[in-house]
C-alpha cells in the first residue's frame, strides 16, 4: 500500500511539473503585424523570450514545360500570427519551436550558455556568456500555398552546422534592428535555405522580472549605425565651437588693437602741437 501511495504521489508531482510550464505566443500584442513576440515561462516566471522578424527564403524544384528538365522556384515564407510554440528552458541549455499551416513548418532555435575566455591587457579573464548554436527548419513542400506545382513533394530539414551566433553576456537580452542572416543546409538535395531574422530582442536565460527583458547588449551594427547618426551632430557642435572661439578672438584682436592706437584729442586747437 506504502509503495503504491508512492507512486501515485511521484505521478502526481510528474503532472504538477508538466503542468508548471506555459508558452504564449503575444505576437497580436505587436504594433508591428510582421513582428512575432514569443514566452516560455516554466513555474510561474518566464524563462525565454523573443521578439523578432523573421522570413525564410526556400528553394524548391519543379518541372519545365518540356516535362524533362528541373526548374527552381523560390518560396518566401513568414511566420503567421496563430503559430503554436513550444519551447525548453535550461539552465546551460534552452529551445524554442515554432510550428504553423498544420506543421508543414517548424522552425527551432537552440540555445547554449558556456563560458568564454577573453583576453585583456595580457591577463586572461574567463566570462558567461549565451548564444544560439544551432537553427533548424522542417518543412514540407506538399503545403501547396508556397511551393506551387513542387516536383516530387515532401518533408525535409534544413539545419545550420558549427553556429555560434547573437553571442550576449549571460544575464543580458541580445538587441539588434539590423538584418541577421541565416544559410541553412537542406536534406532536400543540399539547396540552401535563406532564414533572415531582425528587429530583435533575445534572452533564453537568466530572465529576472516576468515578462520583461534584462539590460540589453546592443549589435554591433546597430553601434555604429548610431555613431553614423550621431557623428553629423557632433562635427557640427564642433564646427560651430570652432566659429564661435574665432569670432570672439578676431572681436578680442580689434579692441586690443583699437587700446594700443594714439587717441586723438577732441579739442582741434591741440592738432598743432601734435
Known sequence: LQMELLLLLVSLSALCVSAEQEVENLSGLSPNPDRDIFVVRENGTTCLMAEFVVKFL???????????DLITEQASVSIPRGAQIAGRCG????????SWNNHAFTFRIFFSKEKHTMGSDGKA????????????????????????????????TASTHHLSALVTPAGRSFVCSAQQTFTLISSDHQKGITVSIYDIQIQP????????????YKCITDEREQLEQMLPLVLGLILG????????????????????????PR?????KNM
Open 91 to 98: 539552465s546551460s541549455e534552452s529551445e524554442l519551436q515554432i
Open 125 to 156: 579573464k574567463e566570462a558567461e556568456v549565451w548564444k544560439i548554436n544551432k537553427v533548424q527548419l522542417v518543412y514540407n513542400t506538399s503545403e501547396a500555398t508556397h511551393f506551387i506545382n513542387a516536383y516530387n513533394p515532401g518533408k525535409h
Open 267 to 271: 579739442d582741434r586747437s591741440l592738432y
Open 58 to 68: 526556400i528553394p524548391y524544384d519543379v518541372l519545365a514545360l518540356n516535362g524533362i
Open 241 to 264: 565651437l570652432i566659429i564661435v572661439i574665432t569670432i570672439s578672438v578676431y572681436h578680442f584682436h580689434l579692441k586690443l588693437t583699437a587700446a594700443q592706437q594714439p587717441q586723438l
Open 205 to 216: 536565460f537568466d530572465i529576472k522580472s516576468d515578462f520583461v527583458f534584462s539590460e540589453p
